[in-house]
């Protein structure tokens, strides 16, 4: 059927912008650097064939909800009704039929095996006490929930048949690039079998909505009721599940997000084995990367003026496989099972995503050394927790603007420190300075320089004065309210005294 399905589109577009000859059209730029494309006419895709051998296996599914269970998810009031505010950006509302003890909220799904496993989202069947699936020829199921997700917002539905059921498969949606042409099928507003067209506009977006948020963004028109519908590409598979929209109004805009294929396959595997979802756990809390913060660390952007990549590791959980693997506070990771890793985000999707007690490759840079290790993924279910410039004041030199003080009994005591925490505290922070910039507070306690342990103002100030020697910007590890973080900052010369008042000059940064 694949073949078919790619035969017909040939005909009707270029594809990926390979011409009908086989020869890839060049961009040539002239003297002056101007990109002058080499293009050709091309005519939008034709999605009829697509649609015609997908859609029966594309269905809609309607969840009995009792009244008082609905709540804010439910979107509330009768259909027709504008229910307002919505939430901004939302999960698409459902659709209630009936203002008494129970309402019917109405979503989208697809069949993905023969003997009748539905995929939807989890908001589109949470807290049903009845949900029925109808099929493209208008049959209509009984269906038991399998198991469902939150964290994602799938669900898995189980219906039976007296023959095979019509069904599609998952894609890789690792493969699909921003710019390439996809088709929506759904039940927005109860009217089923609506087919909608457009382009992929972003991969890995977060939006806020969950803690594994890596959404496929897209500009089909997708609104209220495509919840749970399947994202096609040209080729006929499923490459996400349509789920949220970002509109103030609650019609589409062209911006909706879809949960990636790769997402969908471990949670439903997960679901369809044991009726619920276990996630790694690598046990660090990471942090992004300032574009200070790289220059501190040493690290190298992968091309001029890139944005910096990688999580900071801020802190290693006792016990946790990063620490048993040897990886410690201060490491940037940057790939995990060779896949690169762009941000603490990306790394706590992906490890969520491998299965406990699986080996995980993790590449990591130790200052300017690359290293590599193996770390044994332990379960999130029984983990502790979740997977997230300085100078003498009389020198004339770059400076941070703070006032440093040993970390005493009495200090210790106003913050709540036991004995085994080593630092100096954070005892004043000249406004304007470049400590006050980076966000450095009053009551922070420096715990290192680079990687370097500090545990008085003097050997502090030695420490920053020797990073000064080597990067433009000194990077320190603080601990606040029970949190270690690091925090870059980039001093500037030193114009006048601080002010403060501190007798000690060590105690100057």
Known sequence: MRGGILAALVAGTMLGGVAADGLVPVARADDTGVIRPDTQVQTLPNFVNLVKQVRPAVVSITSSIRAEDLG????GGAEGQQQMPFPFPFPF????????????ARGSGFIISADGYVVTNNHVVKGATKVTVTLDDGTTLPAKIVGR?????????????QGKLRFIELGDSDK????????????PYGLGGTVTAGIVSARGR????????????????????????????????????NTAILSPSGGSIGIGFAIPSDVVKNVVYQLQKTGHVTRGYLGVVAQVITPAMATALGLKPAAPGAPPSGALVASVSNGSPAEKAGIKAGDVITTLNGQKI????????????????????????RGTAAQSTTVTIANLSGAPSPDGAVGDRNDGGPRLGVSLSPLTSDLRQQLGLDGSVRGVVVSDVQSGSAAEQAGIHAGDVIQAVGNKPVENPGATVTAVRAALKSNQSVLLRILRNGQN??????????????GNGNSDPDGND
């Open 342 to 365: 762009d941000s603490p985000h990306d790394l706590a999707v992906k490890v969520a995503s491998i299965v406990p007690g699986s080996k995980a490759a993790v590449n990591y840079m």
């Open 149 to 161: 997700d939150s964290k994602t917002d799938l669900a898995l539905l189980k219906v039976t048949s």
């Open 72 to 75: 804010d998810e439910g979107g």
């Open 206 to 241: 977060d939006i806020g909505d969950g803690p594994y948020d890596s959404f496929i963004q897209v500009d089909a028109p997708i609104n209220r009721g495509n919840s749970g519908g399947p994202l096609f590409t040209q080729d006929g598979k499923v490459v996400g599940v």
């Open 485 to 498: 973080i690091f925090v870059a900052v980039t001093p500037g010369s030193d114009e006048g005294d601080s």
């Open 93 to 104: 509302q459902m659709m209630p039929q009936q203002q008494r003890r129970t309402v019917e």
């Open 176 to 187: 699909v690039e921003p710019g390439e042409w996809v088709v929506a099928v759904g039940n």
